[in-house]
Every structure is written in structure tokens, then in C-alpha cells.
């Protein structure tokens, strides 16, 4: 083969890689593409494209009482559901990383299993137990139902965080003068604390974006964004939909950025 | 300067188990004394320092310090001092930080903790580094800060797991030499955990020699290298020429011949009942004629290894059966060639007849 040919070969193949990362790349953005732009429109109904874009549909979501409430509710479950699960997966991360039982090995795995689970079937357990509790429709539990399928998020942060340091360190601390709760206070707690920070914010992006929990726990008094937003599409479509879901979207993109922007400091961190 | 405690082992075992990581065990260590505890790594010297910090509840005895029975006290309440392998500083927290921890676990108040930060770290020569953080320094002043972290509260006994462990071989002769200094400067007790037989050797008064969770000899490093109890022994403490006694018989009252499953047959002073003949290579002559010892052999040199001030010989003296001998390199000029024909030759009071 001549050089030319070669040459004009790997062109070939360097296009066709060109090509099809684009193709990916539309995939997977076309959808919020799409619903960001809707967001803009001036039209009564859902249009794509849009013929101009304005901010007329996100003056009416701000005005909407329902909206603001349910985003509302969305913010205190997710920060209760955050707090919770911060608490549950740190005990459980301690206990499963620090205990040294055999045992313990598949309880870690069962405390992750939620994760994995379709929410549905989670909620159809909750359900009834609920109503049984006399619970249903309340706050609690809506982040009792978020609470389980979050807190994995934090054992798995906490308890990667707890695998990244030496244990002589708690050791040292007792030897020092240390007795256990000042161990976790002055050594432990720092040395997980950005595992905690992604922990807590994976856990409150997971509740701020749950919709099938939502709808089997909540009322329509404690009901949150992606619920309601199920309720709009099922009745009247209009772009606050698309308002609220690219509100949503950009919300969800900034807890994304502080999670990456830990990732980065809690790697550096040891080596400092 | 402190007091050193005196540290009291009473029956001490621990089972993990059907592992027994510990056999009973007494031990009793003088105030002030520097106590290294040698072993290969499983032979329970861990266990015995996890014991007395307070991490390892053993199963059966008791940790006495200054008689007090401590076995049961949780660990931040013994004040005892320890050293880690991998020094187990606080990253996140300055050297100064690092130091006043315990103090400030104490309660002390401020003025007081910064005198004593001040004071610890000019004791370990650490004066300008107060601020630093703990990545910012070297292995060897990181294990001096975790020296003056563990002494700074001036505990009377001091735990050291392998404190240099982690460091390279010049640095570790150093801090042998410096740690020797703080022991003399601190006065407190030492118990000192090591697999390293030059560094125990170096530093201790008095060490034991642990194996499969039992103590098999305790005595000053010299004791336990020229009279070792037992073959384990003599093999962990420097270098042995080993031979399995098939037969022995006793030719006078300080005389055996001792018929060997190597093949030679040597004169060596001891008991009848023993298994093996130990012999240290510094005790065996290396000529081109035959020296004047009671055991001689004729041989070939097989392997020659120049370390650092002497020089080792492998001799082949039958088929399968080799004899290291050491010697000073003291002159150039003497060294033997490799494949050449030479004697080697020793004194039956420098066999020792040991049981296996």
C-alpha cells in the first residue's frame, strides 16, 4: 500500500470517529435539547422548535402557587432525606468497614440492594406499611421512602472514604487520649468528611428527582416537583412543563458540579 | 525526665479462634528498660503490644503496669505512648497540631500546651516545623514528630510497633542511634516490636524471641546470639552454619563426636541430647593450608560475597554440604579465589550442640 493510500485511510477512519462521537454526543443531549428549548417558547402548548424565544411560560410557573409549593416540598424532603441518610449510612459504613465480623460482609451488600431495586417494588412495600403506621401521605413518609433508596449512595461514599486512610490513626487517637467519640469527632470526621459532603449530596439529588416513590407516599399536600410534574403531563400539557424540568436539570447540573468539585479536592487532600 | 513503668505480663494469652495467636505468656520488663520483642511476622509480638495498648482483649491473664492490673481499662485511659509503622500522623493537622493532640485530649490549658509543643519539638530537633503539614516532610522527621506526638504527655511507658519499618536502611541506622538517645533522654520504659534482629540487637537491653505465640528465649542481644536455646533461636539472631546430629558420643567430659546427616563428623562441646550443631560463620578459619583447630575439613570455595567491612565464604566440604565462613576484610590483599582448594577449620567450644 502506498503512503498516499495509507495516509487517505487513516483520514477515513478519523472521520468516521469524528462522526459517530457526534452521533453519541446528539443522542444523549438531544432530549434536554430538546425540553430547554420547548422551555422558551411563546406558545400555549408544547412546540419544537420553537418560533422565538422568550421567557413568558417561566413568569407563569413563578407565578403559580402549586409549582413554588411543590418545589418547596421537593428542598425539605431532599434536605431531611440527605440528613437521614447521611446519619444511617455513616453508622452502617462504620460498623461494615471498621467491624472486622464476617458477617458483616453481606450486610453491606444487603444495605446497597436498595439501590439496585426498581423503585415500585420498594414503594409497594411502603405502602401499606404506611397506611398501617398511619403515615401515609405525611413528610415522614416521603423520606422514609427516599431514605432507602439514598443511603446507599452515602454508605458507599463513607465507607470508600473510611477505606482510603490507615485505622493506626483512630488508634493513635485513643493511645493519644482519645476515647471513641472524640476518635470519630477529631480523626474519623475529617478524614471522611468530603466522602460525606458527596454522600449528602447524591442522597438529596436522588430524592429531589424521584418520581415513583413520590407518587405511592405522597399527598397532594406534601407533593414534590417530578410529581407534580407527572400530574401536569397526564392532564394538561403545557411548556411549564418544560419550564420546570429545565429547572430541575439545571438544579441537578450544579449539585453534579459541587459533587465533581469535592471528587477533585478529596483526591488531592491526602497527598497535601 | 519521667519515671519508666514497670510493665508485667501475668499468664497473658490470646485466641482468635481455634488460632492461638498467643500461649500464655510471663514477662516482666524493669522501669526504664529498653525491651525490643523479635519475631517473625504471626509469632504474636503484635498481639503482646496490641494487649498492652489496649486494641487486642485478651483471653486469658492480665497487663499489669507499676502492678496495677490495666487489662481492662480502655486504651485513651492508660497513658501509654505509642509509635506506629507508618507513624499514623494526623494529615489534616500541623506538626505543632499533631503534637498538642494529646494535650489537648488532656485538657491542659493553652499556655501550657504551646510550652510543651515547643519543648517536644525542640526535643526531636524539629524547631522550624512547627506549621508544616505532615506531607511536607521526610519519613524520618515524620516518625520524629510521632515521637514527640507519643512523648510529649510524658507517659512512662512508650509502645513501638515497628517505628521503622517504613523507612530506607541508612535512615533506619540513623534513627537507631537517635531513638537510643531519646530512650536515654525520656527515661521511660520501651517495648519495642520488631522482625528486624540488627535493629533489636542495636538498641535493646534486653529482648525476647517470640515464635507460633511462645517466647523462645528472652536475654541481653549478646546472650541470646552467642547461647541461643534452641535452633529457632541461634537461625533468627545472625547468620548459622547448621548441622542435624545423627549420632552422638561422648569422648571425655566436655568432648562429643557427633556423626552428621550432612556427612562430616565433628567434635563439639555440649549435650548428648541435642538435635543440631550450630556453628557462626565469624567463628570459622578459612586457610590455604590446614589451621590449626580441632575440627578441619578440606574444601572448595563455591561462593564468595563481599559485604560491607567482610567477606563471606561458601565452602564445599562433601557432596551436598556447604560451611559459611566470615571473615574481616581487614587486608586486600588475602582474598581467596573463587574454586580454589582451601581448609576450613573451627573449635569445638564454638559448636554448639542445641536441641531443634
Not at chain 1, 407527572?230 to 412543563?241: F, N, R, S
Request: charged share 15%; with cysteine; proline share 6%.
Amino acid at each position: 500500500m502506498t503512503v498516499r493510500a495509507e495516509r487517505a485511510l487513516r483520514l477515513v477512519g478519523r472521520a468516521c470517529t469524528a462522526l459517530l462521537l457526534t452521533l453519541f454526543v446528539v443522542f444523549l443531549l438531544a432530549p434536554v435539547v430538546v425540553v430547554v428549548l420547548m422551555s422558551f417558547t411563546d406558545q400555549l402548548y408544547l412546540a419544537f422548535p420553537p418560533t422565538r424565544l422568550v421567557l413568558r411560560w417561566y413568569y407563569v410557573v413563578s407565578g403559580q402557587q402549586r409549582w413554588l409549593n411543590a418545589a418547596w416540598n421537593s428542598i425539605q424532603i431532599g434536605t431531611a432525606t440527605a440528613t437521614v441518610s447521611l446519619v444511617l449510612g455513616t453508622l452502617s459504613a462504620l460498623a461494615v468497614t471498621r467491624g472486622a465480623r464476617p458477617w458483616l460482609v453481606p450486610v453491606g451488600s444487603l444495605i446497597v440492594a436498595p439501590m439496585m431495586l426498581p423503585h415500585i417494588i420498594i414503594a409497594i412495600g411502603l405502602y401499606p406499611t404506611m397506611l398501617d403506621l398511619g403515615l401515609s401521605s405525611s413528610y415522614t413518609a416521603v423520606v422514609i421512602g427516599h431514605t432507602v433508596v439514598a443511603t446507599p449512595l452515602v454508605f458507599i461514599t463513607v465507607s470508600a472514604a473510611l477505606r482510603g486512610y490507615d485505622h493506626a490513626l483512630e488508634l493513635a487517637a485513643m493511645t493519644l487520649g482519645a476515647n471513641a467519640w472524640r476518635a470519630f469527632i477529631h480523626v474519623t470526621l475529617p478524614m471522611i468528611r468530603s466522602g460525606l459532603a458527596i454522600g449528602g449530596i447524591l442522597a438529596f439529588a436522588v430524592s429531589f428527582d424521584e418520581l415513583m416513590l413520590a407518587l405511592f407516599l405522597a399527598s397532594p399536600r406534601t407533593e414534590t416537583l417530578p410529581r407534580l410534574l407527572w400530574e401536569h403531563l397526564a392532564q394538561t400539557v403545557t411548556p411549564a412543563i418544560a419550564v420546570v424540568a429545565t429547572l430541575i436539570l439545571a438544579f441537578t447540573l450544579l449539585l453534579l458540579l459541587a459533587v465533581q468539585a469535592l471528587r477533585r479536592r478529596g483526591a488531592v487532600e491526602p497527598a497535601a | 525526665m519521667t519515671r519508666g513503668a514497670a510493665l508485667e505480663f501475668a499468664g497473658l494469652g490470646k485466641q482468635y479462634g481455634a488460632v492461638t495467636a498467643l500461649r500464655p505468656t510471663d514477662l516482666t520488663i524493669a522501669p526504664g528498660e529498653f525491651f525490643a520483642v523479635l519475631g517473625p511476622s504471626g509469632s504474636g509480638k503484635s498481639t503482646l503490644l496490641g494487649a498492652v495498648a489496649g486494641f487486642v482483649a485478651p483471653t486469658e491473664g492480665r497487663v499489669l503496669i507499676d502492678g496495677a492490673d490495666i487489662t481492662g481499662v480502655p486504651p485513651h485511659r492508660r497513658n501509654i505512648g505509642m509509635v506506629f509503622q507508618n507513624y499514623a500522623l494526623f494529615p489534616y493537622l500541623t506538626v505543632a497540631q499533631n503534637i498538642a493532640f494529646p494535650l489537648k485530649m488532656r485538657r491542659l490549658p493553652r499556655t501550657e500546651i504551646a510550652t510543651r509543643v515547643t519543648r517536644a519539638l525542640e526535643m526531636v530537633r524539629l524547631g522550624g516545623f512547627a506549621e508544616r503539614m505532615p506531607a511536607q516532610l521526610s519519613g524520618g522527621q515524620q516518625q520524629r514528630v510521632a515521637l514527640a506526638r507519643a512523648a510529649v504527655y510524658d507517659p512512662p511507658l512508650l509502645l513501638m510497633d515497628e517505628p521503622l519499618g517504613a523507612l530506607d536502611k541508612n535512615l533506619r541506622e540513623d534513627m537507631q542511634e537517635e531513638l537510643r538517645q531519646f530512650h536515654h533522654g525520656v527515661g521511660a520504659t520501651i517495648l519495642y516490636v520488631t522482625h528486624d534482629q540488627q535493629e533489636a540487637a542495636s538498641m535493646a537491653d534486653r529482648m525476647a524471641i517470640m515464635n507460633h505465640g511462645v517466647i523462645e528465649q528472652i536475654g541481653p542481644p549478646h546472650e541470646l546470639y552467642e547461647r541461643p536455646r534452641n535452633s529457632f533461636v541461634a537461625r533468627f539472631l545472625g547468620e548459622a552454619n547448621m548441622f542435624a546430629i545423627l549420632q552422638a558420643e561422648k569422648l571425655s567430659p566436655d568432648r562429643l563426636r557427633l556423626a552428621t546427616v550432612e556427612g562430616p563428623v565433628v567434635l563439639a562441646c555440649g549435650s548428648t541430647t541435642g538435635s543440631v550443631v550450630c556453628l557462626r560463620p565469624e567463628n570459622v578459619s578459612i586457610a590455604a593450608t590446614p589451621p590449626a583447630r580441632e575440627n578441619c575439613f578440606p574444601g572448595r570455595i563455591v561462593d564468595i560475597v563481599h559485604a560491607a567491612g567482610s567477606i563471606r565464604y561458601r565452602v564445599a566440604i562433601a557432596p551436598g554440604c556447604t560451611v559459611t565462613a566470615r571473615v574481616t576484610a581487614e587486608r586486600r590483599g588475602t582474598v581467596l579465589p573463587m574454586d580454589g582448594v582451601v581448609h576450613v577449620g573451627w573449635d569445638a567450644e564454638d559448636a554448639l550442640v542445641l536441641p531443634s
